[in-house]
């Protein structure tokens, strides 16, 4: 298992959320598992939620729309692909449960020329304070562990 750290920044004052990872894989094996429907219900989200796609079209013009759930309910989100090239997906993302907060997301692969990939993202909210009500509800979590799981599903991948 890699020991590789996420690194989530979120600088106080500005609408923004930072996250960056290095993951042993490659590219293309990264960008396979954020565009394939049956490889992102495989890591996206906490390890104690199940998850349920209920439409994933990952080209330009697609959306998506997913359901995370427990024992307490379910949590649904949906957005739509603004871009999607090989080495870069733009995208909005948006809380069912808080309606008309949209963030705009960017993810970006840098290849570093040695079988590794430096993920990147960076989320735009529409406010300071909508940036604050996710950071509190939980994403932390959600990434680190989608994070680890990703990793450990691309190794799988790559092997």
Known sequence: MSTNPTTITIEPGTPFIDIERVLDAKPATVFRAFTEPDLVKQWLGPRRLTMRIDEFDARSGGSYRYVHSDD??????????????????????????????????????????????????????????????????????GVNDGYERLEELASDLEA
Request: avoid cysteine; charged fraction near 30%.
């Open 72 to 141: 307490e309910g379910e949590y649904r989100f949906r957005g739509v692909f603004h871009s999607v090239a090989d080495d870069q997906i733009v995208q909005t993302f948006e809380f069912e449960g808080a309606p008309g907060v949209v963030a705009i997301e960017t993810m970006t692969l840098d290849d570093l020329g040695d079988g590794r990939t430096r993920l990147r993202t960076h989320s735009v909210y529409p406010s300071v304070e909508t940036r604050d009500a996710m950071a509190a509800s939980g994403m932390e979590e």
